[in-house]
């Protein structure tokens, strides 16, 4: 089965570097099953997991927006922030989530919305991987 | 004489107490100054990369209009600049403090004509003190700094350059050479120079098209930019610091040798009237 090299990197250092056999990411257009030899491809990401199968293995990561370069034997995931499962607190997810729930429901200025909302996708993005 | 030697000796005492603080602070100093160039080098890839799509895209593509590639009459600039938060590191927050004064002095006549981003407690008090317009500030940045930390300064700079708010940012900050040398430097960050493509450009797809992409590219890779040189100050922080705390011992151990001298100089010329005071009253018995 033919392989490439996954890399996620953020502003920090390099969280991932593997070779694998698939990666599914979400797109801002939809979901995206990459496999190797995939046609040069760059996208934006949704706030989303991203799944990596390697040798019957599966890693599942929280990456927080970025984009996705993809070459026919190399796939780069640049995010402001990514985790694996190991490497993520739960409580401090949790109490983020909550955190950003309350700011949404006291409805202040747009910014603060968005903000918020965001603050949201990424708490509930973090637990959603450690769930799996 | 007896009193001169004690202030002499007082004088020793202290002069050593400093040096054994100064020698620390040079010491912790270059221990932090190792970790903040791994943390740049650590950086380096994430800014290599998104350079490398957005030069990708910018030369695959022709004609790709973006406000932030769009050079404009200038009105109003932004300035951000990068200083520590504490003092003890020579010339560094001087200096750079020092060129941007300049600058602003000979290319803006009022206040209204530029506004300025902070990040570090000197360079806040600084620009305060002298009643000049910032807008955003950033203090109490920790020696190892996240992006998380700096996110919203970058995020608010890059926006309101592209919300009109000012025609061109720079970047002022210490550029890191070596622990000896660091180089005050004002960087034109918006609009982005042209970016250079260089090497074999892979010709990719682009989804949802390439304007689409740029445009979450370039806000993010601008902040990268700013993210690194911060990155690059808190490197030239340590740097300065350690090579000032460095010069302070070696001049506190001048000085201590200098008084040493004078110390013995003193302590034998004592001696030596007291020895001629007990011959002189020997002889007078005699």
Partial sequence: ?132 | MAKGMRDIKREIKSKQNMKQITKAMEMVAASKLRRAQEASTKARPYSDKLKEVVASIAAGTKDVKHPMLETRPVKKTGYLVITSDRGLAGGYNANVLRKVTQTIREKHKSSDDYVLFVIGRKGRDYFRRRNMPIVEEVIGLSDSPTFADIKSIAYNAVKMFSEGAYDELYICYNQFVNAITQIPTELRLLPLQEVGGKGPVTSYEYEPSPEGVLEVLLPKYAETLIYSAVLDGKASEQGARMTAMGSATKNANKMINQLTLTYNRARQAAITQEISEIVAGANAQA
């Fill in chain 1, 1 to 132: 089965m033919s392989t490439f090299l996954v890399e996620i990197v953020t502003p920090e250092r390099k969280v991932y570097a593997e070779t694998a056999n698939m990666v599914s990411v979400k797109g801002v257009e939809g979901e995206l099953g990459i496999l190797p030899n995939h046609i040069p491809l760059v996208t934006p990401l949704r706030i989303a997991p991203v799944t990596i199968k390697r040798d019957g293995k599966v890693d599942v990561l929280a990456v927080g927006g970025g984009f996705i370069e993809v070459r026919k034997d190399k796939v780069v995931i640049l995010a402001e922030s990514a985790e694996m499962a190991s490497e993520i607190d739960v409580n401090r997810a949790q109490a983020a989530k909550q955190r950003a729930e309350e700011r949404l429901a006291a409805k202040q200025s747009e910014i603060d919305f968005k903000r918020a909302e965001l603050a949201l996708q990424r708490a509930t993005n973090r637990i959603n991987v450690t769930e799996r």
